[in-house]
């Protein structure tokens, strides 16, 4: 399990404290990052990439066991990204645990965001480590996942809008 990258693993390798055990949010500027990461996940991930040029360029939703790559700046990493993490525990009994299946191949694009799509899943992820930040009681997953869900839709709106 040592190859397998957590989220508690990836917290500690981009310095981040790990807030909830199943759930991380990813903020990796230039040089944040020291070493490449290449590893399968056990979680889900969308991750938003600018490519060192435009904000939002593309974005990808990673699914537990798929590769999770990040280049470190010695090789290319010169693009910001940004995202969350989520592990598959966090979606139980959950209505998004029926329908995540769906959600890969329909976000995964590619192409600039416009200014106000861009707003919006900024405002998604602070939304999400807001709730991160606040004490993990009974209505923390519910409420995590509901915006988890919300980013995700807007994400297909996104991705359908002739940018796949």
């Not at 949010?25 to 979680?43: A, K, M, T, W, Y």
């Amino acid at each position: 399990m040592d190859n397998v990258i957590t989220i508690d693993r990836f917290n500690k390798l981009t310095g981040r404290e790990t807030l909830h055990p199943l759930v991380g949010i990813v903020d990796l500027s230039p040089g944040r990052l020291h070493e490449d990461l290449c590893q399968p996940c056990n979680f889900y991930a969308l991750i938003c990439n600018s490519g060192g040029v435009e904000p939002f360029t593309s974005f990808c939703l990673l699914c537990p066991g798929e590769m999770f790559r990040v280049p470190s700046m010695a090789h290319g990493g010169d693009g910001c990204y940004s995202g969350v993490l989520f592990h598959p525990d966090l979606l139980c009994d959950t209505p998004l645990e029926r329908h995540i299946g769906d959600y890969p191949a329909r976000c995964r694009c590619h192409g600039g965001l416009t200014e106000r799509e861009r707003r919006i899943i900024s405002t998604s992820l602070r939304e999400i480590d807001r709730e991160l930040h606040h004490a993990i009681d009974r209505y923390s997953s519910t409420i995590i996942v509901s915006h988890i869900e919300l980013l995700l839709n807007y994400c297909t709106r996104f991705c359908s809008e002739g940018r796949g």
